[in-house]
């Protein structure tokens, strides 16, 4: 089963049922679903400025995202340093480049959709 890396973006389209959910769960089928341990945090960011924005679904946005821990997605811990030397050689910021870097170390392919992490990632 081949290794994918899924960011945060990514995931919470699959999580918070946002429209690009149902591609990115497509994509994701038949492989090993990998990330930085930095993307719970991101996903809770992102669940906090939901609940900001659409303060009467709390209730559903929470239990969206307490679906997280069930998920099968492995965790690695990216060296602070390289993360931090491939986003000053890339532009992207330290968290974008731990994906990137994540992808680059297992030769996987990189689920995003950021279309400047994309952009990288692909070579454009």
Known sequence: MPAKVVDASALAAVLFGEKAGPSITGRLEES?????TLLRYEIASVCRKKIGRYPQQRKSLLEALALFGSL??????VPPAEATSLS?????TVYDASYLWLSRQL???LVTLDARLEAVASGR
């Open 72 to 77: 099968e997605i492995g965790e690695v811990e």
């Open 32 to 36: 090993l679903a990998m990330a930085p």
């Open 88 to 92: 000053e050689e890339t532009g992207l």
């Open 107 to 109: 030769g996987a392919e």
